[in-house]
């Protein structure tokens, strides 16, 4: 089967295994990911963050690795239909995306 194209929505403090663990996933397996962020360019880094649970049923927000965008989202949002999958990494992205602009 060749490799299915798929978009991952990122924005500033994603739950870094949210963009890892699926990214290298889905590479391991054959298909392409394309790494985007609003207002960011391929080749910018984005900040990700890690939530650990400290118990008593709270958890800490702490800063993870730079996370590496590989397109430019105005590029990608110019050609949708190339996309067989659309993913949107959790943790603090999605608040980013929705509040953009």
Avoid: W
Wanted: charged share 25%; hydrophobic share 30%.
């Amino acid at each position: 089967m060749p490799g299915k194209k798929i978009l991952m929505l990122t924005g500033e403090f994603t739950e870094e295994y949210e963009i890892f663990v699926y990214q290298q996933a889905m590479e391991a397996v054959g298909h392409i990911v394309h790494v985007v962020c609003p207002d960011k360019n391929a080749g910018d880094l984005i900040k990700t963050s890690l939530h650990d649970f400290e118990g008593d049923q709270t958890y800490t927000e702490k800063p993870g690795h730079y996370a590496l965008l590989n397109k430019t989202f105005s590029e990608a949002e110019r050609q949708l239909d190339q996309y067989h999958a659309v993913y949107c990494a959790g943790g603090r992205g999605p608040e980013y995306i929705r509040t953009d602009k």
